[in-house]
Structures are given as C-alpha cells and as structure tokens.
C-alpha cells in the first residue's frame, strides 16, 4: 500500500504560483509512476502532468503545458508540481496519483490516490 498526502495548496491571485507538494509513505515510490489530477465542481476528474519512475519523462495536459512542472524526488518520496501564471479555471482539488504498472494517464489506471487538496485561484 502506498499512502499519498498532498499539501502545498491554497488561495493565490490570478498570475501566482503554487507548489503542490506529494509525500508518500508506506513504499518508495521509485518504481511507480506518477501523477497529479485535478477536479472543479460539477467536472470530472481530468489528468494534469505525469511523470515516469526515474523522472526522465514528464507528461503535461495541454492546458497546463508551460505554465506547470512536474517533478519527482525519489529520495524523499515526494513529488511536486510547481504552478505558475495560475488562472481563475485552474481552481480545483489537485489530487496525488500513483501506478506501477500501467501505461496510461486516465483516473481508472492510477493504482494509490490522496485526498486532495484545494486550489482557488481569484480573478
């Protein structure tokens, strides 16, 4: 089992920063990749980056390419997902995924998932 704690989130204005921060615990998280979601009322779950398990690879949804950055740190078990130039419909709970084994991006291939945190972006 692996535990996943997000933290990091909160309110920021339109055009700040945040780092979401992944602690995880239970297993080192080298040999899973990861991910991190996100979810606005009344939408569905939708992914935001990826990352491999050596962090050589990073995937990003289109709508976050260049404004966010994924990365991982395996001896600390923690990843990060650092946000800039954030927008009022960036706001939602971002959630810490994690996978050992599969290859896609989408919710039902993620194995071990966080609670979430929120983030409110502000026009």
């Known amino acids: 089992q692996v535990q996943l704690v997000e933290s990091g989130g909160g309110l920021v204005q339109t055009g700040g920063s945040l780092r979401l921060s992944c602690a995880a615990s239970g297993r080192t998280i080298s040999r899973y990749r990861m991910g991190w979601f996100r979810q606005a009322p009344g939408k569905e779950r939708e992914f935001v980056s990826g990352?491999?398990?050596?962090?050589?690879?990073?995937y990003y949804a289109d709508f976050v390419q260049g404004r966010f950055t994924i990365s991982r740190d395996n001896a600390k078990n923690t990843v990060y997902l650092q946000m800039n130039s954030l927008k009022p419909e960036d706001t939602a709970d971002y959630y810490c995924?994690?996978?050992?084994?599969?290859?896609?991006?989408?919710?039902?291939?993620?194995?071990?998932w966080g609670k979430g945190i929120l983030v409110t972006v502000s026009s």
């Open positions: 990352i491999s398990q050596s962090g050589g690879s990073t």
């Open positions: 995924a994690a996978d050992r084994t599969g290859s896609s991006w989408s919710s039902n291939a993620m194995d071990y």
